[in-house]
């Protein structure tokens, strides 16, 4: 521990340990710091201390004292300390379940103390031995050699719109943009650079080449390869259930005040990407009415109709 973290550690124990305030001549004496020969050194050091424990969040009070020329010193325990932890049994049980899958044992010490403060009795055992299981995709070890021998693949790919054909490709990198993973590789049949999502292909990666058969651009920018056409983008003015206000709220929407004749609030979202971003809309399902822009409106209500007889079911 450095000289300054133990100055500060004891400088807080002796301003929670004591039922009054203190002094700065009573926090040299119980604390033995600041104890340089020149006064005014010592002096700014302890305002330097109280400071930096303000700047961390500790509430160190100053008030009077009676029968002192100089101020006091406290902190607020009520301020300082964590209110304490109220958990359900169900709470504790999960709790206790996801420490026995990480295997730190260490923690049921910590569990009991939190399962005796639960309101209803609860058992730290978990019926039988929890298990995890974690899917391995072969698309990813082969797909990780090609990368690191630039092998060329070959794979049956699906579009966005649905079709699927046949692709020959020189593997550059992998990477991740909004939720998804992409292949970025330039196509043999269209010589040009592309990305793949890798949800989209469709069977086994297959070695269509020798190992170095390529050479990635050094010039390769993932962020440019992935970003996609610009599209344009919409204020958006949409009703909203209660359940699903918080989020179009937390994508930006902001409340116009007005309410719906079913109760439902009405927002409006800035900066809406009209093909990103209708996924988003969708996938808040019948809590949330685009009422405009009337394209968009219409859009929306085109594919939630092609959805519902996809399904067998009437929009």
């Known amino acids: 521990m450095t000289a300054k973290v133990e100055r500060l550690v004891n400088l807080t124990v002796a301003l929670l340990e004591t039922r009054r305030p203190l002094t700065y001549r009573e926090l040299r004496t119980r604390t033995r710091e600041y104890q340089q020969s020149n006064p005014e050194s010592a002096r700014r050091q302890f305002e330097h201390d109280k400071d930096d424990l303000r700047a961390l969040g500790v509430p160190v009070e100053t008030v009077d004292v009676a029968f002192e020329e100089e101020p006091g010193y406290r902190i607020d325990r009520t301020r300082y300390e964590l209110p304490d932890v109220q958990l359900e049994a169900d709470e504790v049980a999960a709790l206790a379940l996801a420490v026995k899958l990480s295997g730190e044992h260490?923690?049921?010490?910590?569990?009991a103390k939190l399962a005796a403060r639960a309101p209803d009795p609860?058992?730290?055992?978990?019926?039988?031995?929890p298990e995890v299981e974690v899917a391995v995709d072969p698309i990813g070890d082969r797909l990780a050699d090609a990368l690191v021998s630039h092998v060329p693949l070959r794979f049956e790919y699906r579009t966005a719109a649905g079709a699927s054909a046949s692709r020959t490709v020189d593997p550059y990198a992998v990477v991740r943009r909004r939720g998804a993973w992409y292949l970025v590789a330039r196509d043999h049949d269209r010589d040009a650079q592309r990305a793949f999502r890798l949800d989209r292909v469709e069977g086994e990666l297959e070695v269509a080449g020798e190992p170095d058969?390529?050479?990635?651009?050094?010039?390769?920018?993932l962020a440019a390869?992935?970003?996609?056409?610009?599209?344009?983008?919409?204020?958006?003015?949409v009703a909203?259930?209660?359940?699903?206000?918080?989020?179009?709220?937390s994508r930006g929407g902001v409340p116009t005040g007005e309410t719906t004749s079913d109760g439902w609030s009405v927002l409006q979202v800035p900066g809406v990407d009209r093909i990103r971003d209708r996924s988003w809309l969708l996938g808040l399902g019948d809590e949330v009415e685009v009422l405009a822009p009337a394209e968009l409106r219409a859009e929306v209500a085109d594919t939630l109709r092609a959805v519902?007889?996809?399904?067998?079911g009437a929009a």
Request: cysteine-free.
């Open 225 to 237: 390869a992935v970003a996609g056409p610009e599209s344009e983008r919409l204020e958006v003015e």
């Open 240 to 249: 909203v259930a209660p359940t699903a206000r918080w989020a179009v709220e």
């Open 122 to 129: 609860t058992t730290l055992d978990a019926t039988g031995a």
């Open 213 to 221: 058969a390529f050479t990635p651009p050094a010039s390769l920018d």
């Open 308 to 312: 519902a007889g996809a399904h067998g």
């Open 106 to 111: 260490g923690s049921r010490l910590a569990l």
